[in-house]
């Protein structure tokens, strides 16, 4: 057993399920799920990539065979590309020949991208079955693989597709992070400081506390922050998704608050053409110009916002608005998932750990909130 | 308003609903909707076959737009070779084409084959938006409509990929039976004679009593029946079907025994290649199948199976067990989905009205039975 270990219960009314939160538990995932009441002897098909497997792969066969476990592994080529119906295919012809019953288990050993398709393809093999979500990316630790949301992309849009489906068991073992490449990491903690922004102002000043040891790279690596720090992030972020998804499992509506940074996030991923950001990068540039717009309507302080600015700087991620047609941004904004009758809504801050949704925000002041990124940001 | 319509609800504890059954209803589907809460202006997309929107789309569709919705209708070939994953993503296009939102609706016009995608694509798009039923099929009406069972076929079995998700409504018209072949209310009425022998005596003596009045074809054809029984049938099966998925939504238990005649009746749809006999065909053969069983263990009467006999040609479904190598039948049933631990589970007769679930049925008495079956039925 790892020296520091933390369970945290997602507390869904139905089928309330644990996140287990320790540096080395992936090699005890076995006993894991035995503990979990799933019993050995269990057929289990691990969904993972190439690289995730090359690294962590064996450790997790291992520990599932150890405990008597009968698995089969299916390596799906890495990229937001893959996450299409055509893999999910591929996952339930796997699910097939490996002749998974209504008791048998899907494991995401991976990213997002294996945690949306292998939940989505266990959320639609024989009408449902057990999936156990062991993230490998600071992203998917802290957001993806908690809260059931699975799906794949559909030409028209990305996540079109997809079902609300609870995993059994979250296992978060941040050792598995060594391998993660720092674009990723730091991607992944732009996730982290919406966490402290919208709900969370002791996670917010453990973060300024490592950005004030080194401001421009306090946040950025998991040898930055080092292992104490690393697992409070974790605990607490994973902590605050759960609470968010336990208040309202399906969004109906709390859950929108999820979205804060992503609304101009979203237009900046799909303005700035396949690839060029990072999730977590858009997401990021989305806070500051959030932060802006809330600066503007007199909601929340520039001296916050100047706070936020400096997790953003320490994390490394990019600080420059891109060089986007505003009026494009707005075009975008209109065709993202969360206009609801023509109105764009936003999460805006009102303070550090404490945000507000409002669909009333003035073209006026995202077209001047864009401007001030831009300004701001130039080299 | 139609004379004569009774409403059937499916008390869920998360999302009751109501099944309508009444001749005329069709014409009133756009009022029901509304009725329901679903708001004039609610974007739809009506899926359907061929044949159907032949003879009922015009109705559906003057119905809906009468009542403010905005529909566009999806028509897609007729046949359980359609209900794959190819047809799903046809779904899909058409809802992304029609702009479909989370608040929006998908309704499926036409029998089990339309039901079971439309509500899987329904299930599937933007994480699950609302799928009303409106069966054409008399299978669809007193089955695949009700109880949230969607789903599409695998290569290497029926239904494999799916999900539960219940209607939002269920609207079932008598009238559009006008224009189903006969072959096909046939087949339907199996599933009928099937709840009766489950779990409702008084449906039984309903039916025997139209058996009597003609043993050939008393209960072959909607004529033969006449409105009044028709309506009567359809209120009793569908109330039968309601109890048991609100006892268990998910398959958990009770839901096993909605598969009496159906092991059996599996086998012989997988055995006798594809096409040759209609689902329900199959099933009236394993209810004469699970019967012989049955008796042969000293569960029910010989009496009893007699009169379920004479139900079961009273619907001029097949009599005579097609002729399958009983080695072959039990290595079918061995490759079914209803197999627990490799033991094969029959739901078996106990008396009218009611059935036990057995796993330990002698393979030597399906053998017998098979072989009594075979011989009862030649000619
Ligand atoms: N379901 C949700 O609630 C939710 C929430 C947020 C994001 N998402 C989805 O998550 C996806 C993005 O996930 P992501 O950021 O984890 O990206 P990802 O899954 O694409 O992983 C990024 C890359 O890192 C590699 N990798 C992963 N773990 C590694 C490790 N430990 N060592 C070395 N390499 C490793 C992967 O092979 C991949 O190349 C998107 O598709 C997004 O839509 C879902
Ligand atoms: N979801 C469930 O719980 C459930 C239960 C039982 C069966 N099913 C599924 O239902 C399917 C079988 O459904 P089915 O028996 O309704 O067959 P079907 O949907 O294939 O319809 C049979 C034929 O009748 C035609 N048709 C339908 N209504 C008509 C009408 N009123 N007038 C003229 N023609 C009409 C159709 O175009 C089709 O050619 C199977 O795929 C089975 O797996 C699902
Ligand atoms: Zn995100
Ligand atoms: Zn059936």
């Given at each position: 057993?790892?020296?520091?270990?933390?369970?945290?219960?997602?507390?869904?009314?139905?089928?309330?399920?644990?996140?287990?939160?320790?540096?080395?538990?992936?090699?005890?995932?076995?006993?894991?799920?035995?503990?979990?009441?799933?019993?050995?002897?269990?057929?289990?098909?691990?969904v993972t990539n190439p690289d995730v497997e090359a690294f962590h792969g064996a450790r997790a066969l291992q520990s599932l065979?150890?405990?008597?476990?009968?698995?089969r592994t299916l390596v799906i080529e890495a990229g937001e590309e893959q996450k299409?119906?055509?893999?999910?295919?591929?996952?339930?012809?796997?699910?097939?020949?490996?002749?998974?019953?209504?008791?048998?288990?899907?494991?995401?050993?991976?990213?997002?991208?294996?945690?949306?398709?292998?939940?989505?393809?266990?959320?639609?093999?024989l009408r449902g079955i057990a999936v156990v979500q062991v993230p490998t990316t600071l992203l998917a630790m802290v957001d993806a693989a908690i809260g059931g949301k699975t799906g794949v992309n559909h030409p028209g849009g990305k996540n079109l597709i997809g079902a609300f489906h609870q995993p059994k068991l979250v296992l978060i073992d941040p050792l598995v992070l060594a391998t993660l490449p720092e674009r990723e990491f730091r991607a992944g903690m732009a996730e982290v400081i919406k966490y402290a922004v919208i709900g969370d102002g002791i996670l917010f000043r453990d973060l300024e506390a490592a950005a004030e040891r080194d401001p421009s790279g306090g946040l950025a690596s998991r040898d930055a922050l080092g292992p104490v720090l690393l697992q409070r992030l974790l605990e607490r972020s994973a902590a605050a998704k759960a609470r968010v998804v336990a208040a309202d499992e399906r969004e109906g509506g709390l859950?929108?608050?999820?979205?804060?940074?992503?609304t101009l996030g979203h237009?900046?991923?799909?303005?700035s053409g396949y690839g060029t950001w990072?999730?977590?990068?858009?997401?990021?540039?989305?806070?500051?110009?959030?932060?802006?717009?809330?600066?503007?309507?007199?909601?929340?302080?520039?001296?916050?916002?100047?706070?936020?600015?400096?997790?953003i700087a320490a994390a490394?991620?990019?600080?420059?608005?891109?060089?986007?047609?505003?009026?494009?941004?707005?075009?975008?904004?209109?065709?993202?998932?969360?206009?609801?009758?023509?109105?764009?809504r936003f999460v805006l801050p009102t303070g550090v750990g404490s945000v507000t949704i409002r669909d009333d925000v003035d073209p006026t002041t995202i077209r001047a909130a864009l401007a001030v990124a831009t300004s701001i940001g130039a080299p």
């Open positions: 057993m790892p020296q520091e270990s933390r369970t945290i219960t997602v507390s869904l009314a139905a089928d309330p399920y644990p996140v287990l939160i320790g540096g080395g538990l992936l090699g005890d995932l076995g006993f894991f799920l035995l503990e979990r009441g799933i019993p050995s002897g269990t057929r289990v098909l691990m065979e150890a405990s008597g476990f009968v698995v299409n119906p055509a893999t999910v295919a591929a996952i339930h012809d796997a699910a097939f020949a490996h002749r998974l019953e209504r008791s048998s288990l899907i494991v995401a050993l991976g990213g997002g991208v294996v945690g949306d398709m292998a939940g989505f393809a266990a959320a639609t093999w859950r929108a608050i999820l979205n804060y940074g992503h237009a900046v991923e799909n303005l990072l999730h977590g990068e858009a997401v990021g540039l989305g806070m500051l110009a959030a932060g802006d717009i809330a600066v503007a309507m007199g909601l929340w302080s520039q001296a916050d916002q100047d706070r936020q600015r400096r997790l490394g991620l990019p600080m420059d608005w891109p060089d986007l047609d505003p009026e494009a941004v707005l075009v975008s904004l209109q065709a993202d998932k969360k206009v609801r009758q023509g109105k764009v």
